[in-house]
């Protein structure tokens, strides 16, 4: 299994640079870095059509870059396993001093004493 996320880590990177060149490389209204490789470079490698070709490219990219996160998301949870799973905690002391106290706790207040019962009258 350890094989199977290690190659799918490394096509979500390789699909990575290779969306965001086929990107750069689209011609926006501004020109872009399309222009930077010469005018008419574009056309004469994908012919008259370049952006159909680079647009359907982004789209099939940007499909296998999803699908592929999505199913390494998946192998990659761990479901029903607890953050906390394994820390061993222990209860506290009921009679620990707080560290920031140079005294004991205090002993609980006693109960307060039961009213006397009043006397008889004759």
């Known amino acids: 299994m350890q094989i199977l996320i290690s190659f799918l880590y490394v096509i979500e990177v ?3 640079f290779m969306l965001g060149g086929v990107i750069l490389l689209q011609k926006p209204k501004e020109g872009g870095l399309g222009v930077s490789f010469g005018g008419g470079m574009g056309e004469a490698l994908f012919g008259a ?3 159909n070709v680079l647009t359907k490219a982004t789209i099939i990219l940007g499909t296998v870059f999803l699908l592929n996160t999505l199913v390494l998301s998946r192998l990659t949870s761990h479901s029903g396993a607890s953050v906390m799973e ?4 222990s209860a506290p ?3 620990q001093a707080l560290p920031f106290s140079s005294q ?3 002993a609980a207040p006693a109960a307060p004493a039961a ?3 009043p006397a008889a009258q004759p």
């Open 93 to 95: 002391a009921a009679d």
């Open 104 to 106: 004991q706790p205090a």
């Open 115 to 117: 009213p006397a019962a």
């Open 14 to 16: 390789l699909v990575c």
């Open 49 to 51: 059509q370049m952006g």
């Open 86 to 89: 394994g820390v061993k905690t």
